[in-house]
């Protein structure tokens, strides 16, 4: 019965996560994180594991959400593909190890990070103008060697937040000279090894655990990716022809809020249960 009522409400966060990957290069986790955790808090779905499930489901739905939108950017140019083979070898390291750090944690300081990492992501997106959208800068990436450490980094942070990367991805490809419509674009096929090497991570940390409802396999509940999955693969490519013909800076700060109040939301539902 559980199963049957997830699958209703989980196609609405997959168009709406969708629509975020494709629009601002994000995997969506921002929203499906604590989303998910207050689904599976309200339907009982594990007591022990219920912000480990979010995690690894989030990661998991964000594969097929990243192929979608990465496809979308790259048939309008919208793809810097250097700037993707140079930071994907260290974020599949950093994404893959970090889930380790995560599957050890206690829920209570597992949302605590998330609470916190996503406040100092939405002060930097309410603070910023519009940094590389003028295209008329000289793009300045680091040689390989720092490339991948920087890629490092954004993976691990994105496997313990469980997001695709692109609240980090976009601004430092920004700052580097990248367009911000070319930084959106690469920042959706970052997301995709990202997501690849979590989903990995949380399949294998999770894998001897007990007390894991059924459908799942490790930290990962498939009906979640399956329902969110369904509809994030239509609304990614829209998402991907707004970034393309719309002004940002406004949607970007209503994101920037969005963030935050979500957030907080499953810091509380969890310091609460």
């Known amino acids: 019965m559980v199963v049957f009522e997830l699958m209703f409400l989980l196609p609405l966060l997959g168009a709406v996560t969708g629509l975020l990957a494709g629009l601002f290069g994000v995997g969506g986790g921002a929203v499906m994180v604590p989303v998910l955790t207050w689904l599976f808090y309200r339907f009982n779905l594990s007591e022990l594991w219920v ?26 140019g919208g793809v810097y593909w250097n ?7 260290g974020i599949i390291l950093g994404s893959f190890a970090a889930t380790f750090v995560a599957s050890n944690l206690e829920p209570e300081p597992l949302s605590l990070f998330f609470f916190v990492f996503m406040c100092v992501i939405a002060w930097r997106l309410l603070r910023s103008g519009k940094p590389g959208e003028t295209g008329d800068r000289q793009i300045n990436l680091p040689r390989l060697s720092q490339l991948s450490l920087v890629g490092s980094g954004i993976g691990a942070i994105s496997a313990l937040a469980a997001i695709g990367g692109g609240t980090l991805t976009v601004p430092y490809l920004a700052s580097r000279g990248l367009p911000l419509k070319t930084a959106i674009g690469s920042s959706a096929a970052v997301g995709l090894p990202i997501a690849m090497a979590g989903t990995l991570g949380y399949l294998w940390n999770g894998f001897q655990q007990v007390d894991l409802p059924a459908w799942s396999t490790g930290f990962v509940y498939w009906p979640g990716v399956l329902g969110i999955a369904a509809t994030s693969l239509l609304t990614a490519p829209l998402g991907a022809s707004l970034a393309h013909r719309l002004p940002v800076g406004v949607l970007r700060r209503l994101f920037a809020l969005l963030v935050v109040l979500l957030a907080l939301q499953m810091l509380l539902m969890t310091l609460a249960a």
């Open 51 to 76: 912000v480990h499930l979010a995690l690894g489901t989030s990661m998991a739905a964000i594969i097929p959400t990243a192929i979608a939108s990465l496809r979308a950017h790259h048939r309008r």
């Open 83 to 89: 700037a993707v083979r140079g930071l994907a070898p």
